[in-house]
């Protein structure tokens, strides 16, 4: 399998472990949100929570890989560069920060918006990506590229047609997560060109919850009290997010420019839609497969545009 193949591939499950994180987070975050005093200790504890899930998962699969038993995957730095230098640690770190500032105004501002307002905006790290991608990655897209984005967001636009309901407090919340996870995928690009995937999602899970922890038992120093679904659901949301999500994310854009692998992730709304269905038993509208077919319209001819701008680029060399 070729790399930019891989990179779809990984995009592709980073939306479907994503929509799944997203559906089954509802459940045990209500539950926090009703115990707690402020909607900043609920966000701050659920997402402490994820990656106390998340930090030892990430560390057997660091461990498993280290001893050979499963296969390192994710193209690995070159050769001159596997020694871990000052700039490394340094974007590692910047990483790192923006992940764990954005996991945390996620959830605080999904104590003030509806879960349409919450999807649409959080969808907005597009734009913040290719705006970054274009100041620090020297990304470029053609016209082919720019009309599959339009097309791609028109999709997202048809599949979250319904009324948008929230106080300006969630909303200036959940575009302040957009900005920092954008900053967080861009500056994780460049630290994987000096860093393993796997060593970087290691560091990056056990800051996170080291971190958030300090934040949780400053803010509210109680073990929250979730009924027997609320556990379960509280585990399946943190495997499939911070660890299955945030590692076929960054596994993608080892491979692949990080604007297109945002742009492939807007498959994500199809597989939320499906696991809806799946969990809930509901049936997704005539909207919803309007905009799923449109996502799927506009990344094909995203792929097609890009190969086309490798074939030609080949060409000249």
Request: a positive charge; proline letters at 3%.
């Amino acid at each position: 399998m070729r790399d930019r193949s891989k990179g779809i591939l990984f995009a592709q499950l980073n939306a479907l472990c994503a929509g799944l994180h997203f559906a089954a987070g509802v459940l045990p975050l209500s539950q926090i949100s009703r115990q707690t005093d402020s909607d900043i200790s609920a966000g701050i504890v659920i997402a402490a929570m994820y990656y106390l899930v998340a930090a030892p998962t990430n560390t057997i699969w660091w461990g498993l890989t280290k001893l050979g038993v499963i296969p390192a995957i994710g193209r690995q730095p070159d050769e001159e560069r596997k020694r871990i230098d000052a700039s490394g640690i340094t974007l590692s770190l910047v990483h790192i920060i923006a992940s764990a500032v954005g996991i945390a105004f996620f959830w605080m501002g999904m104590q003030h918006a509806s879960t349409a307002v919450a999807a649409v905006l959080s969808r907005l790290e597009i734009l913040f990506v290719i705006v970054l991608g274009f100041v620090f990655l020297r990304e470029r897209f053609s016209q082919w590229q720019w009309l599959g984005f339009a097309c791609t967001l028109a999709g997202i636009l048809l599949i979250r047609s319904n009324p948008i309901n929230a106080d300006m407090r969630g909303i200036a919340l959940l575009l302040l997560s957009a900005t920092s996870f954008a900053v967080a995928l861009v500056v994780g690009k460049l630290a994987m060109q000096r860093v393993s995937v796997q060593w970087l999602m290691l560091v990056r899970s056990w800051m996170m919850a080291s971190v958030l922890c300090l934040a949780w038992f400053m803010l509210w120093p109680q073990i929250p009290a979730l009924d027997g679904s609320g556990w379960l659901w509280l585990v399946i949301s943190a495997l499939a997010g911070p660890f299955l999500a945030r590692n076929n994310y960054m596994l993608a854009v080892s491979y692949l420019p990080a604007s297109q692998v945002v742009l492939l992730n807007q498959a994500q709304p199809i597989y939320a839609a499906l696991l809806a269905f799946i969990l809930s038993g509901q049936v997704p509208g005539a909207m919803v497969y309007l905009g799923g077919l449109a996502i799927i319209i506009g990344n094909i001819v995203m792929i097609m545009a890009r190969d086309r701008m490798s074939m030609q680029a080949a060409g000249r060399n």
